[in-house]
């Protein structure tokens, strides 16, 4: 009827939009030809950095094309620089100066150009890796960046999407250039997190920053994240955050790296010699040049030398020297070490028959305040309230096992290891990160219990511990005479080896 509009049935519909997407291919493939055609030639000129345009306004991850632009603005670039001063505006009376300045600002304006042509590419993905690459090449080529700018449109995209974590690493780099105040940049993220609790990016800005602007300058190992003060005031703030939703992980993670859940630092965690040779062993791997061991007493110094790695490899947990048989060992109280990025403290040394040895058991969770700990201590009882109304809460189980091996390793140990059981369960899919977990937990207080008796360094029974599927951190135990496993894990751990075998 007439003033209706035709609509087109299925068949019709899927007809035009098969001859629209052959018209679409057909533009594609020809400018991919002229473009790589051009390339061969090597003519970087405007009809190459034309027939990209429309390419990449379409979908802007295609990685060769933005390669391509960027020769071509290169390109363009020494032109500009090549031109004689007549060349480069007619002019015979324009200074020198005049002239070099007129070229910075075709340049810059040739820059200007890559950035409104990213400006136009990313409403099509915001979260285009190439985009704020290419982006980021031009700053840093351009003459003059104008970083505010950059900083109002990480804003912009930010209120679009405050977890688009593409523009949260553009917005890093750009903070950076900007030389943004640290304190200022912490309050922009408290303010993303309060509209969004939910912003893994922002939770993970903050970490970035904070200690940074609130360092922590006490002993306790493993380091805390920031200072007492600022902890409590993070922790409170967090325990808002995750309560507002149980089930959303980034406050919990965040939570997990307050509690000091990170890679542990750089240290000694032990040292064992007897006549013939000496071990070394480190909560991480290093190379062994540069390794420098030295052995003190009260009148004496004895300086250990080339080092090797256990496994053979460029670096590792563990490395081993050689000894002179005359060495009288006894007579040294402690051992120093030094590394080109690590300087041990004065070790205390313990003597075994004729062999010295040093042992720091593995330790994960570190010494708290009262204040802090009492704060903790909240934690853990809301998140005890909260498994009564939802005890199926993976995120309520693990946080409580965490806050328990912070707060008193010891004293909640088993309870923490029931509630891995538990997720287990819960977290089917998981299972296997729970028990590696709950292994690394039982070997972190098997070995607590082995530093205190008489059997160390003797032997190290864990042939009881039925829990312990796994050895996460064998290095702690190569100081042993003498190591009791299961069967089972005789036959995973086969590369293990006692003192003696070293």
Not at 155 to 184: C, G, I, M
Not at 333 to 341: F, Q
Not at 372 to 393: G, R, T
Not at 404 to 431: C, F, G, P, W
């Amino acid at each position: 009827m007439h003033g209706r509009l035709k609509v087109r049935t299925t068949e019709e519909e899927r007809e035009h939009k098969k001859k629209e997407q052959a018209l679409k291919v057909k533009a594609y493939k020809a400018a991919m030809q002229l473009i790589m055609t051009k390339r061969q030639k090597q003519e970087y000129d405007d009809e190459m950095l034309s027939a990209s345009t429309p390419i990449l306004q379409r979908n802007p991850d295609v990685t060769t094309l933005w390669n391509i632009r960027r020769e071509c603005v290169l390109e363009k670039v020494k032109n500009i620089k090549s031109l004689t001063d007549e060349h480069s505006d007619g002019n015979e009376n324009e200074s020198e100066e005049e002239s070099v300045a007129t070229k910075q600002r075709k340049i810059q304006q040739i820059f200007e150009g890559e950035l409104n042509f990213t400006e136009h590419c990313l409403p099509v993905n915001p979260k285009s890796y190439n985009i704020w690459h290419h982006r980021i090449w031009v700053l840093e080529n351009s003459p003059q960046a104008n970083w505010q700018n950059e900083l109002a449109l990480c804003s912009s995209y930010l209120k679009k999407d405050e977890r688009n974590f593409h523009t949260w690493d553009y917005r890093r780099y750009v903070v950076e250039k900007a030389k943004v105040p640290k304190q200022k940049e912490l309050d922009f993220c408290t303010e993303k997190i309060k509209i969004n609790f939910s912003n893994y990016s922002s939770w993970h800005q903050r970490s970035l920053l904070l200690p940074i602007l609130y360092p922590y300058e006490g002993k306790a190992k493993p380091k805390k994240p920031m200072n007492e003060e600022k902890l409590k005031e993070e922790l409170e703030m967090v325990l808002t955050a995750a309560f507002t939703d149980p089930n959303d992980s980034s406050a919990w993670f965040y939570q997990r790296w307050l509690l000091g859940y990170s890679r542990p630092e750089m240290a000694v965690c032990a040292f064992r010699a007897n006549q013939e040779k000496a071990v070394i062993v480190f909560t991480k791997p290093l190379a062994s040049k540069g390794l420098k061991v030295t052995l003190k007493s009260s009148d004496k110094e004895q300086e250990l030398t080339e080092w090797h790695t256990v496994n053979l490899g460029p670096s590792d947990c563990m490395l081993k020297t050689t000894l002179k048989a005359e060495s009288n060992l006894k007579i040294f109280n402690y051992i120093e070490v030094c590394t080109p990025l690590y300087t041990s403290e004065l070790l205390p040394l313990k003597i075994f028959h004729d062999d010295i040895y040093y042992f720091q058991a593995l330790v994960s969770c570190t010494a708290y305040t009262d204040d802090v700990l009492d704060e903790l201590k909240a934690h853990l009882q809301m998140c005890e309230n909260l498994l009564e109304y939802e005890p199926d809460s993976k995120w309520t189980l693990l946080t409580s096992a965490l806050l328990m091996r912070a707060i008193d390793s010891q004293k909640y140990h088993l309870k923490a290891l029931n509630y891995l059981e538990k997720l287990q369960t819960v977290d089917n899919l998981r299972e296997n990160y729970y028990k590696d977990l709950a292994s690394k937990w039982i070997l972190e207080n098997a070995l607590m219990d082995w530093s205190k008796t008489e059997n160390i360094p003797k032997q190290l029974n864990l042939n009881d511990l039925k829990q312990l599927t796994t050895l996460t951190d064998p290095q702690y135990l190569c100081i042993a005479d003498e190591i009791l496993l299961s069967d089972n894990l005789k036959e995973r751990c086969t590369a293990l080896k006692t003192f003696q075998e070293i």
